[in-house]
């Protein structure tokens, strides 16, 4: 049963900084890797999809790099700032890829940016 | 293109009624899955359609069921609500042709059961 983990649950940082999110899976077969943002009580809009065959994506801010063998993932957030503060959540796709869209998710990482 | 599109918005109700959510997917799209989302944690996959069959089931029980219109749109029931049933429910719609586009998420209906 494929299990995803982020870490940390939360992390508050001044303005500026550049921060990194990390995700774990346990089943290294998977299809790909998608980040996420929930804005409180709210949908999830999609950041980055990885394919299971790529190593990283990027999209303005931010990076997400995918380590399949060894099951992380990371987000890397540079020049953070306060509208960035919300929940970001990871999910992985089963390998077999095609209409399965069952996706697994971690519980996600609440961030905050301190003006 | 309006996106995933929910209704409604919020809901409260009592233990032991029953409960229908809708769902209405992104033009073009023809699978419809539902997660739930509890206070704190991340989605947990309820089940997906496509078809108008039920073709993946997560671990929920039969309370959880649903139905997948010819117009794609789509209906989540819960019977007999119980307080643990409070949470976040999310829709999503996707292309059953597959490939490497995402999955759209709605802005989902907010459950309470008191």
């Known amino acids: 049963k494929q299990e995803v983990t982020q870490i940390p649950a939360a992390l508050s940082v001044p303005e500026g900084e550049n921060l990194v999110l990390n995700c774990s899976f346990t089943?290294?077969?998977?299809?790909?890797l998608q980040w996420f943002r929930q804005d409180p009580g709210k949908g999830l809009t999609s950041l980055l999809l990885?394919?299971?065959?790529?190593r990283e994506q990027t999209s303005g801010r931010l990076n997400a790099s995918l380590d399949k063998s060894s099951g992380r993932s990371t987000l890397y957030i540079a020049a953070s700032q306060p509208g960035d503060s919300a929940t970001y959540l990871c999910?992985?796709?089963?390998?077999?890829?095609?209409?399965?869209?069952?996706?697994?998710f971690g519980k996600g990482t609440l961030l905050t940016v301190n003006p | 293109d309006a996106g995933v599109t929910q209704s409604p918005t919020h809901l409260i109700k009592t233990r032991g009624q029953q409960v229908t959510l809708r769902c209405s997917p992104k033009s073009g799209h023809d699978t419809v899955s539902w997660y739930q989302q509890a206070l704190g944690q991340g989605p947990q996959f309820i089940f997906q359609y496509y078809e108008e069959e039920e073709r993946q089931r997560g671990n929920f029980p039969d309370r959880f069921s649903g139905h997948q219109f010819p117009n794609y749109s789509s209906e989540l029931n819960v019977n007999a609500l119980l307080l643990g049933d409070s949470a976040l429910y999310l829709c999503?719609?996707?292309?059953?042709?597959?490939?490497?586009?995402?999955?759209?998420f709605g802005p989902g209906t907010r459950l309470l059961v008191l």
């Open positions: 999503a719609s996707s292309p059953r042709r597959g490939g490497v586009e995402t999955q759209y």
């Open positions: 999910a992985v796709r089963p390998p077999s890829g095609g209409s399965n869209y069952k996706l697994t």
């Open positions: 990885i394919q299971s065959s790529q």
């Open positions: 089943d290294s077969a998977i299809y790909n």
